[in-house]
């Protein structure tokens, strides 16, 4: 019978053994071409395998401003269910998607180093670790599937009877250049991949004794030295275990130096073989070495000591390292490094780094200046499993967000718009006289749009410390809002008085778009009526279409054709101050915007155009306000009958809002205060 206890159940789940012995898989040499007859792709390059393993996780295109672009799935990261997932740098990985088929197709970028720039917590280290983790799992599947070889031959050293390549270099390395091309000829002949499959180079320093050793032994017959001691082995890259992938680090320049990244050599074993010139002596365990056949990242690379930035230059240009007292040695792998502002405008200050700048390739990874994009960073990291004990109130991320994108926009140009409404634009709101031309021009006249301002570190940290300080069952935007202002006296990347003032300034502008969204989220709850908002849109459009076009409207009740509704439009556009000077305009902007939709295929939904659905809502809402007089709130006396329908609202809030007992008790008590402000201001 089996143990009802379901912990112990696990332990009575069968191994996966068939996906064991697919991983560890070896054979002959044979073996091994005959693998690469029947799946060529095995010998692709570490650009080749890089770039198709993006692919793999598929790709969407979609419009924006009238330009084209495209999605990568595999940066929404699919294999770790979004926790390092990239959101809304769609142009920026377009580039070094680019960047990397270019590379694949052997192009030129393959000689470069990738490095990734932008502000601090722009999520570079992040994208590195991505495709660090990707790679890793694509070595793991039948379409990542790379091969290394082992020697048949015992190590005086350790007494070992097999010894791996210390650089996991391609087996066919281990044929004579002449039939090793003529082999790659015969395989590209019949490979579709778009590019061309090649394994160039020579063996590593160790490799080659042990191979000159046996053909020795075999009077040169490379063929007897393949089949009795050479075992071909599956490779699957792994950071933890220093296959393939690397990631390099600098640290203090008296604990650091270059056979870090080349290896060095191994004084025990100098003992055994008596020279320090003899490869058996020498460890290839830098991380260069480690990372051959797959990628190294270099973390703050413009921080690395001018001694590393020659093994640089010549890892990218040449593909090959100089290892101490060896000759050069060639490798296979990406070299991706990140830096930030300030280490990239001192690198370009020094004439000394300019070979090191001819060989790089700088893609600007950006601050999101999209909202809804930024809003996505704060929910994954906090969601209600994450956040069990408290109830985060609705629009606490999205103001917190707000503000973080407000500051890393540009003042626009443009004396008619304000920063507030830029910011909205490119979410996708519209604006009057403003097309997706226009937008688009607003973002190339300012190219430095976020490369500066608040990191979502900080919003994140803020957040968390209000989540942990305060007793209350809810956090709601004001808690927030007020950390934010707080922390700002001691932010460590902002030192200037006058950055701080603007950011504080933007704080009050946050705070005002609250207060208007909250107000109109309680006055939909108090209306309550989907239905009738449509109905009213509906009307609203039948009659600006007639008098637009000089038409008559059917009246749906008699069947009798009549004039437009003045009336009714006007009590609508007056909600949101268009009076008869303007009326004209924005009717005709309203038909205008519905004929856009219609020629690209697209329905009108009034929620798309702020304006028009602020208007809907205001005028919906005074024809129904008197139902509940909601500034009665704030006298602290208020009747049952009162009570019972503020109870209805408050219910609505929790309903279809998110809110909980005590946020929505909040915004009730706060928008009532709203309300009695402005009578006593209108008094």
């Not at 305009?585 to 697209?602: P, Q, S, T, V, W």
Request: one cysteine or more; glycine letters at 6%; proline letters at 3%.
């Amino acid at each position: 019978m089996s143990n009802p206890n379901p912990l112990a159940r696990i332990l009575e789940r069968e191994p996966d053994i068939k996906t064991f012995r697919d991983l560890n898989w070896e054979g002959t040499f044979e073996d091994y071409l005959n693998k690469i007859w029947e799946n060529p792709r095995v010998l692709r390059n570490a650009y080749q395998r890089l770039y198709e393993m993006i692919l793999s996780y598929g790709h969407e295109t979609f419009k924006e401003n009238k330009q084209t672009l495209t999605r990568y799935k595999f940066f929404s990261d699919v294999q770790g269910d979004g926790h390092d997932a990239v959101f809304g740098l769609e142009r920026s990985l377009e580039r070094l998607v680019a960047f990397f088929k270019s590379a694949a197709y052997g192009y030129g970028t393959e000689r470069r180093i990738l490095l990734l720039h932008g502000p601090v917590g722009s999520a570079k280290s992040t994208i590195a670790r991505l495709l660090k983790r990707g790679l890793e799992d694509y070595s793991r599947s039948k379409e990542g599937e790379v091969y290394t070889y082992e020697w048949l031959v015992k190590d005086e050293a350790t007494g070992q009877d097999r010894m791996r390549s210390p650089m996991n270099e391609d087996p066919l390395k281990l044929m004579p250049l002449e039939a090793r091309q003529e082999l790659l000829g015969q395989v590209n002949e019949r490979f579709d991949g778009g590019y061309t499959l090649d394994v160039t180079g020579e063996l590593n320093p160790f490799c080659r004794y042990i191979y000159n050793d046996l053909l020795k032994k075999y009077n040169g017959d490379w063929r007897q030295v393949l089949k009795n001691n050479v075992r071909v082995v599956r490779l699957t890259l792994s950071e933890q275990d220093r296959r393939g992938i690397a990631t390099f680090q600098p640290k203090d320049e008296k604990n650091q130096d270059s056979t870090e990244l080349t290896g060095d050599i191994n004084y025990r074993k100098i003992a055994i073989y008596g020279s320090d010139t003899d490869p058996r002596a020498f460890n290839f365990d830098g991380e260069f070495n480690v990372a051959n056949r797959g990628i190294i990242e270099f973390i703050e690379i413009l921080k690395l000591d001018v001694a590393f930035l020659y093994d640089l230059l010549g890892a990218s240009q040449e593909h090959a390292i100089k290892p101490k007292k060896f000759s050069q040695t060639d490798i296979d792998e990406v070299i991706i490094g990140h830096t930030n502002e300030p280490e990239y405008r001192r690198m370009q200050q020094n004439e000394l780094m300019e070979a090191f700048r001819d060989r790089t390739v700088k893609i600007d990874i950006p601050y999101n200046t999209k909202l809804d994009h930024e809003i996505r960073i704060y929910r994954k990291d906090f969601t209600p499993e994450k956040v069990r004990h408290k109830h985060i109130a609705p629009h606490t991320i999205e103001m917190a967000a707000l503000w973080a994108v407000l500051t890393r926009l540009e003042e626009p140009s443009h004396a008619a718009l304000t920063l507030l409404q830029k910011l909205k634009l490119y979410a996708g709101k519209t604006l009057p006289g403003w097309t997706e031309d226009n937008i688009r021009e607003l973002q190339e006249a300012a190219p430095r749009e976020g490369m500066d301002g608040i990191s979502p570190r900080y919003i994140q940290d803020r957040i968390s410390a209000v989540l942990a300080t305060d007793t209350s069952t809810s956090i709601n935007p004001f808690m927030v809002m007020n950390a934010l202002r707080q922390g700002l006296d001691h932010h460590s990347l902002i030192s200037n008085e006058e950055t701080k003032k603007r950011y504080r300034d933007l704080l009050n502008l946050v705070r005002e778009e609250y207060e208007d969204i909250v107000k109109n989220e309680v006055q939909r709850a108090i209306v309550a009526d989907e239905e009738a908002i449509n109905r009213l849109c509906a009307n609203y459009i039948d009659n600006v279409k007639a008098y637009t076009q000089r038409e008559k409207v059917t009246n749906k009740y008699t069947g009798q054709d009549e004039e437009p509704d003045e009336r009714l439009m006007q009590s609508i556009e007056s909600k949101i101050g268009i009076g008869e000077a303007q009326k004209d305009d924005f009717r005709r902007e309203i038909m205008n915007y519905i004929g856009a939709l219609a020629l690209e295929g697209k329905p009108f939904d009034y929620r798309t155009n702020e304006r028009l659905q602020k208007a809907l809502e205001l005028k919906l809402f005074e024809d129904q306000k008197d139902q509940i007089k909601l500034k009665t709130l704030v006298s602290q006396v208020v009747d049952r009958e009162t009570q019972e329908k503020i109870d209805v609202v408050k219910a609505r809030l929790i309903r279809d809002y998110g809110y909980n007992e005590e946020s929505a008790t909040d915004v009730l008590n706060f928008v009532a205060s709203i309300f009695a402000r402005g009578d006593a201001k209108s008094q």
